[in-house]
């Protein structure tokens, strides 16, 4: 199984073919390289020499058991965890990215701050004042919460403070947007409203996505492409070249779904 | 019937909402002070009836009585004032140091080691206990009240800054630091105001220990202030005033936390248990 696993993460690199990066109008996301990426806590090994490209604009998902390391991934891309051993080139270049954020499972407003200051944390230090009201009214129309700017977060449901969490990560335009499991707490009905809420912004901005998911079916909905990861490794690299917007419910997916599934339950790897 | 029963309930309810009588006469801030004046008014009335002896406690318009006699000659302001500017003082030096400790030992770890020991220490004497040797340090001067007012205010101030500071949400902490937020902007916007609803709780138990030392410290080596005014009546057998001192005590007492209610109030309005 590892050396399928390996065969297939080798295919790096030559990835973008199906992905519709080229589609977006102003793609302005970064291509993200792991090298070597290893992550230990103490005696235990949680993330074991990963190597991984991930092109300018591309969706990817992460998905696997929990403890599997995928968490631990994600905040290594984004500069929250320091690696035990290898690389994360974000651009090229290594280093704490500027142009990255990252937004959580739980939705990390500041209590204190009404819903537009909290959109602002998210925007450049350096603007003037009015520019960055301007601009996290801009970022909250953007999810759709352009009247409810002056509210306290306390007086938002819950798929609403996570839309304020994705208007402050979108506000200064980031260049890679890490996702982990921000939908996790959510209802169902809110989740699929997130999740193309999530496309839409993602298909105009054109950033580059990585989503760390348990749910098979959202990653599948989403990402241009989905990464198993096992015992701290990448145990299968698949491409969706499902089109967009992708039904839910459509065979072909839900057969996909299965099979990932299967892969992650039983690691017989049954033909994927 | 059961309908006709859930309806009668819910007019009442509507009727109730309604009218209210309470609510329709007074401002919701009055209506603290009706029992108060209830117990002022049943206290007189057994005044008047001979039921109360005056020495023992005289009439309510008798202690008001000497409120006015004290006024026209000047020496309850002038009381009051000192006894003020003395618990100000010393809350604002206690409040301070205490302030600092709080601070520096929630930001930093090297900090706290050093002094949590020895103030955990010194929290454990009660500060009355050092009355004595305050007044062979100080004689019964200012200087005796302003240690031990800001010595029994340092410690609910330090003790609640800290422990506020220690329970901001570390999620909230890496959240900024994620942002870009640095150290100064991270303290303002996401430490501070995390700190905040904990501090207000160390700032009213303060204030009322600040008053209690001082009633203390007044009664047993003073030269002025009530409780200076107090003794002083006390030997002269003037009840009215000795009652007059301990009502101006609850009213001073009182104003103190209606202000640090407001100005709670007015920071914390984002927290839902501060909402109106």
Not at chain 2, 70 to 96: D, K, M, P, Y
Not at chain 2, 218 to 237: C, D, H, K, P, V
Request: aromatic share 6%.
């Amino acid at each position: 199984m590892n050396a399928v696993a390996a065969a297939i993460s080798r295919r790096e690199g030559r990835f973008p073919s199906a992905a519709p990066v080229q589609a977006h109008g102003n793609a302005r996301g970064v291509p993200v390289t792991l090298r070597g990426l290893a992550k230990s806590f103490g005696p235990k090994q949680v993330l074991k020499a990963v190597d991984l490209h991930i092109p300018a604009g591309q969706f990817v998902a992460v998905v696997g058991k929990s403890g599997c390391g995928k968490s631990t991934l994600l905040r290594l891309i984004v500069g929250l965890e320091q690696a035990t051993a290898g690389r994360v080139l974000i651009d090229a270049e290594e280093g704490r990215p500027s142009g990255a954020r990252i937004m959580f499972q739980e939705p990390r407003l500041l209590p204190w701050a009404r819903v537009r200051g909290n959109v602002e944390v998210g925007l450049d230090r350096s603007l003037a004042t009015s520019e960055r009201r301007l601009k996290a009214q801009d970022a909250l129309a953007e999810v759709g919460l352009d009247d409810r700017g002056d509210e306290w977060p306390a007086v938002l449901s819950g798929g609403q403070k996570q839309r304020v969490a994705l208007a402050r990560a979108l506000a200064g335009h980031p260049r890679l947007l890490a996702l982990d499991e921000p939908l996790g707490a959510l209802d169902a009905l809110t989740r699929i409203g997130m999740q193309r809420l999530i496309e839409s912004v993602w298909q105009q901005q054109g950033f580059t996505a990585v989503l760390v998911t348990h749910d098979v079916a959202e990653a599948i909905a989403l990402a241009d492409r989905i990464l198993v990861i096992d015992e701290g490794r990448i145990a299968a690299d698949l491409p969706i070249d499902a089109p967009r917007p992708r039904h839910r419910g459509d065979p072909a997916l839900a057969a996909l779904e299965g099979r990932i599934l299967d892969r992650l339950f039983n690691d017989q790897g049954s033909g994927i | 019937m059961s309908d006709t029963t859930l309806q009668t309930a819910a007019e009442e309810a509507v009727d109730k909402s309604r009218s209210r009588p309470l609510t329709r006469w007074l401002p919701g801030s009055a209506i603290g002070w009706l029992v108060p004046a209830l117990l002022i008014a049943v206290w007189e009335l057994l005044s008047r009836l001979g039921q109360i002896p005056a020495n023992v406690l005289p009439a309510p318009s008798a202690v008001a009585a000497a409120a006015v006699r004290l006024t026209a000659s000047g020496e309850l302001q002038h009381n009051i004032g000192v006894s003020a500017l003395r618990a100000l003082s010393g809350f604002v030096v206690g409040g301070t140091v205490g302030l600092i400790f709080g601070l520096a030992n929630g930001l930093s770890a090297l900090s706290e080691k050093l002094t949590d020991t020895t103030l955990q220490m010194v929290r454990n004497v009660p500060h009355l206990a050092l009355i004595p040797l305050v007044i062979l340090w100080f004689g019964i001067d200012e200087e005796a009240k302003l240690f031990l007012v800001a010595l029994g205010v340092f410690f609910p101030i330090y003790i609640n800054t800290l422990h506020g500071i220690r329970s901001v949400d570390p999620q909230l902490v890496e959240m900024g630091r994620i942002y870009g937020m640095g150290s100064w902007e991270l303290f303002w916007r996401v430490i501070l105001p995390g700190a905040l609803p904990s501090m207000f709780v160390g700032l009213r138990y303060a204030l009322g220990i600040m008053w209690l030392t001082l009633i203390v410290a007044e009664t047993i080596a003073a030269s002025s202030g009530i409780g200076y005014m107090a003794m002083q009546a006390r030997e002269f057998l003037l009840v009215d005033v000795v009652v007059l001192s301990i009502l101006i005590y609850a009213l001073l007492g009182k104003l103190a936390d209606s202000i640090a209610r407001l100005l709670e109030r007015l920071s914390l309005q984002w927290h839902p248990a501060y909402r109106r």
